[in-house]
């Protein structure tokens, strides 16, 4: 019922709201249409008097003064509009002048011979143009005036006065009747007439922005602003001697929105009403439910407890019976489900039980066979530890064959050439030619023994601190660049029966805090990597280059200029037990111990870049200074 009454009262507002604008404009557009009508005859009989009167005093040539008086009153008396009018000869001063009321006349002989030449009366009938005249300030009646001026022959010109505070009297008296206001307006917005009579003798002018809506076609109404006041206005034309001027109806904007807010206030409290009533309505229709609910509440809580329900407490509106008997038939049928969803529960229970044990039973076999996968694999890693050290031992043995062989034989040679010296020394033999080859010998000898020496005594060192840091993790400060020489040193044998050549790009001052012995297998497993699989044995190059990043940070690469490799390789290098020369002595351990040593002990990471006959380069990002587990010393 509210919504039916909102709804009414909206349509109604809505249904009579263009209603009332229509009959505005309709009353106003009537209106300005008979002012327009009306002023137009008014100006129209009073041009029609002046030039009848101008041509009957044309055509007397012999008037008596007396005769000439009557004939110039004569337009006042066909037009009441007119007050006053008078004959000015051709030197532009008045000869003859009568007035229609009483002011006028008493001031008649004193304007009599007035000078009218510079007045606009004349303007535009010395132009040849007849008629009427722009709004001026009369010499005559000391008003704004509108002037009728025709020519007598060549004897002057008949002058009839229109004045603008009774043009403003006759528009006000054809509107008062409406409510409404007039005023006459020309083509450049001027006020010829007004209600206010102060305001048509100052001759106010509208601005070009409201003389641009004041429109004499438009059938809606439009807005002025007048006077610190708002207007709702409608313009119309006067079609009257070729005049544009225009009647403008006005009529205050609060009274043309008054039946507007009359109907607003009737609706509002026509909504009251219907809203006061309808909140009684509910409020009554609300507790009379509420109390039916409140039953209906009390058996559903009793089907809930499991409790019959009381049949004499049915409610007595025929949808809550209804909901009472669906409540008992729904708590029947839940009875029923619950049942057996307790049956399905239990077998449920036995079956997860049974499966449950199953999976535990599973799970400890799989954890089983997963430590012993992982036990299997760090034998197998740490068996490729001890083949790539006794590969090492094998490599670095071979390599002091020569130095160590060739220390006993300079030995050999400084004994015997030492023997033969002493012996022509004794017999008295010796020569200077003698003695100085003699020494010549002697110090070769020596050099070889001693350069054959340092060299063994350089691979034993080398060996020694790598075996030592490869086959254990201990922190400790070093220099890269003495490691990477050690590592070099160590590899240049077997590097070089394969051709193969390693170059060093590494600062001489870049010391590290890590562990030395991963990153050290890490380095060797990179360069014979790329050895074997690299360059294949077809010799080549292997540049071993480090750079800082920043403070914290070291990259350090091993490339080669080998063969490069596949994308289906390079997806799977680091992969356990993957080789690409499996039967030709790879494991595919090498660089999974490699991405493990470098991501677990050494806490950086590793990056493979390789294209197919482009090479390959293996990039490590290493912490610089590692957390020390105890405090280092220095080397």
């Not at 007004?194 to 001759?203: C, G, I, L, M, S």
């Not at 590592?487 to 010391?511: F, K, N, W, Y």
Request: charge should be negative; include cysteine; aromatic fraction near 4%.
């Amino acid at each position: 019922m509210l919504v039916q009454g909102l709804l009414a009262a909206a349509g109604l507002f809505f249904g009579l709201l263009p209603a009332l604008q229509r009959n505005a404009e309709q009353a106003m557009s009537s209106t300005a249409e008979a002012v327009a009508l009306r002023v137009g005859d008014l100006l129209l009989r009073a041009d029609g008097s002046v030039r009848a009167t101008a041509q009957l005093l044309e055509a007397q040539d012999q008037l008596s003064a007396a005769g000439l008086q009557r004939l110039i009153a004569e337009p006042g008396l066909l037009s009441p509009e007119i007050v006053v009018s008078y004959w000015v000869d051709r030197e532009g001063r008045v000869r003859h002048l009568a007035a229609t009321d009483d002011a006028q006349q008493a001031r008649q002989s004193a304007r009599l011979g007035l000078d009218m030449s510079r007045s606009r009366v004349l303007s535009r009938a010395r132009d040849g143009e007849p008629g009427f005249t722009e709004p001026f300030l009369s010499p005559i009646t000391e008003e704004l005036m509108v002037g009728i001026s025709y020519p007598v022959s060549d004897r002057g010109w008949l002058v009839g006065e229109i004045s603008m505070a009774a043009l403003s009297r006759e528009l006000q008296r054809l509107v008062a009747a409406e409510g409404f206001s007039a005023m006459l307006i020309d083509a450049q917005g001027r006020v010829l007439a007004h209600p206010d009579a102060e305001r048509a003798r100052q001759a106010g002018q509208l601005s070009r922005e409201m003389l641009a809506q004041l429109n004499p076609a438009a059938a809606k109404l439009g807005r002025l602003q007048l006077d610190e006041q708002a207007w709702s206005s409608l313009a119309r034309s006067i079609d009257a001697a070729g005049m544009d001027w225009r009647v403008l109806i006005l009529r205050a904007q609060a009274e043309v929105v008054a039946p507007v807010r009359r109907l607003l206030i009737g609706l509002a409290v026509f909504v009251l009403l219907l809203l006061v009533s309808s909140f009684a309505m509910s409020v009554w229709l609300g507790n009379r439910l509420a109390r039916r609910v409140r039953r209906v509440a009390a058996h559903a809580q009793a089907l809930a407890a499991g409790q019959p329900g009381d049949d004499s407490a049915r409610a007595d509106i025929a949808e809550l019976a209804a909901l009472d008997d669906s409540l008992s038939q729904m708590a029947a049928a839940v009875q029923e489900r619950e049942d057996r969803l307790r049956a399905l529960n239990s077998a449920l229970e036995d079956q997860v039980n049974e499966r449950t044990a199953h999976l535990e039973r599973s799970n400890a076999e799989l954890a089983e066979t997963l430590q012993a996968l992982r036990n299997t694999q760090a034998d197998l890693i740490q068996s490729e530890k001890l083949a790539a050290l006794g590969a090492l031992v094998a490599s670095v043995a071979h390599e002091m064959n020569t130095p160590i062989g060739n220390a006993p034989m300079a030995c050999t040679s400084l004994g015997e050439q030492g023997q033969t010296l002493r012996l022509a020394f004794a017999d008295g033999r010796l020569t200077r030619r003698q003695f100085d080859e003699g020494m010549r010998l002697l110090i070769e000898a020596a050099g070889l023994a001693e350069r054959s020496l340092r060299r063994a005594a350089e691979l034993v060192t080398s060996f020694k601190q790598v075996a030592v840091d490869q086959t254990s993790e201990h922190y400790r400060l070093f220099n890269l660049h003495q490691l990477c020489t050690e590592i070099s040193t160590l590899l240049t044998p077997t590097l070089r029966r394969q051709g193969a050549q390693v170059e060093l790009a590494v600062p001489d001052d870049l010391e590290l805090g890590s562990y030395p012995g991963p990153l050290g297998q890490v380095l060797t497993n990179l360069i014979e990597n790329a050895a074997l699989h690299g360059l294949r044995g077809a010799g080549g190059r292997i540049l071993l280059r480090a750079s800082l990043i920043d403070e914290q940070t070291v990259r350090l690469e091993v490339e080669d200029n080998g063969s490069g490799m596949a994308p289906e390789v390079k997806a799977r290098i680091f992969e356990p037990f993957f080789t690409t020369r499996r039967g030709q002595g790879g494991t595919g351990l090498g660089l999974t111990i490699v991405h493990n040593l470098v991501c677990g002990s050494l806490k950086g990471q590793i990056s493979l870049h390789s294209e197919p006959g482009q090479g390959s380069c293996f990039r490590l990002l290493l912490p610089r200074l590692l957390p020390s587990p105890t405090q280092p010393q220095p080397l």
